[in-house]
């Protein structure tokens, strides 16, 4: 929640400071540095979960020690290369992303942050192995509100000229952060021999790198569709598709990112037991889709409103790419949780398949939905792709594990987006007078009933109870 805070601030700072233009620009430097951080990072951020965790358990410090001297050798590496592919063809990246030199400067002094980046995400891989997720959040939110308060008064000052400088300081920030927060592990330093390194350290690039070809491909696949739209519509396009979805992805995302720093290793802890591993699919989308269906009636019913406080009143024209996009969140609600699986019971060239293919028909919709639709095509292309993604997961497991969706699912994901469709098609065809009333009974529905089936299964209102009686 403060971080969705504190991005929702900065992403009004940065909309009125810098427009879409501004926006675009800053976009486009970090879709490309994310690409190029997808290719050289080696998927260490999620492999290396693995490692770490069952390290951990086995409860052998000298082990656990080894494996954290083994990812952070790994990440120093990784990092280092980053930043040097990004500086060697700083000019052909510049070529590529604005269609002249030049940003070649500005490419070349971004490339440190991929080091900084990948030193970060080694120290917060750990924390997450080792399950401390306190460490872990408040290392996130600690980067979080230091990059409001270092890129907001450079933004000021300098306008568009200061969005270099405000991603590097960000990156080093969250890095020293990072840094602070999982030194107090109080984990020794381990001498690693070749042959550790090798086995460890083989071990996790072996994995992260089929996982980083995957990630390398959605990186990539995201920044065709940036090059598209910039190319065809301009920069401004650019800033408002990357404005429109950062509220998707971003703001909603964020619970997505927040359910599976636990998720994802308690599912690997019983994969092998597939009738286990379904309960845990099944419960992990119902709250996915209970903590997120009354957020996205608000998104249908208010959007403007929404838009217009997160940025400024130039960005209003993402709003119907944004009911298109709300809806195709239901799917991805129900389908990451499946996708999951393939990487917890180790099937990793199965789940290297999947997203490959999934990602190749998203970029296909992608562009076909601008050139017929614009803005709003590619909240239709969400819809659809995250339609078919759902299909897809669930007939892999179905196939493979046995997997389906239980009753209590089918009918909370029934009931939410009928609220969610009744909302989308309210803001269609109802004058504002009349979908502000409707819709807030919707959202007020859809709220009770999440709250009531939440309360059914983590006992809600006593835990809420309960915190407000230790703050008094």
Known sequence: MFNIIISVIRSKFVAVLLGPAGMGIAGLLNSTIGFIGSVTNLGLNTSAVKNIAAANTSGDIERVSMVASVLKRLVWGTGILGTMVTLVLSPWLSELTFG??????????????????????????????????????????????????????????????????????????????????????????????????????????????????????????????????????????????????????????????????????????????????????????????????????????????????????????????????????????????????????GHTRLYFYSEMTANLYMLAFNILGYLWGGLEGLGISFLTGYFVYLVQVFLLARIKYDFKFDKAFQKIFFLQFMLGLLCFMSSKFLDNKYLYYFGSILIIFSCFYSFRELNKRIGLKALLTDRFKRRD
Request: aromatic share 14%.
């Open 100 to 345: 002249n030199k030049e940003y070649t400067a500005a490419f070349a002094w971004v490339s440190v942050t991929l080091l900084f980046t990948q030193i970060s995400n080694g120290q917060l891989v750990i924390l997450q192995g080792m399950r401390r997720l306190q460490f872990l959040a408040l290392a996130n939110l600690a980067g979080t509100i230091a990059g409001l308060f270092i890129s907001v008064p450079i933004y000021f000052i300098w306008g568009i000229d200061g969005i270099v400088p405000a991603i590097i300081l960000s990156a080093l920030a969250s890095m020293l952060f990072s840094l602070l927060y999982a030194s107090k592990l109080k984990i020794l330093p381990a001498k690693v021999t070749k042959a550790d390194l090798s086995s460890e350290g083989g071990d996790m690039i072996k994995m992260g790198f089929i996982l980083s070809v995957n990630g390398l491909i959605a990186v990539g696949a995201s920044y065709i569709v940036r090059i598209f739209i910039s190319r065809v519509g301009g920069v401004e396009q650019v800033g408002l598709y990357n404005a429109g979805f950062a509220i998707i992805n971003t703001y909603v995302g964020m619970v997505f990112t927040a359910m599976v720093t636990d998720y994802f290793p308690r599912l690997s802890g019983i994969a092998s037991d597939n009738a286990k591993a379904k309960n845990i699919i099944n419960q992990q989308a119902e709250i996915a889709l209970l903590i997120l269906a009354p957020i996205l009636t608000v998104f249908l019913i208010f959007v403007n409103f929404i838009v217009i406080l997160f940025y400024s009143s130039k960005f209003v024209l993402v709003d119907n790419m944004i009911h298109w996009a709300a809806l195709g969140i239901f799917f991805k609600a129900a389908s990451w949780p499946i996708a999951y699986v393939f990487v917890a019971k």
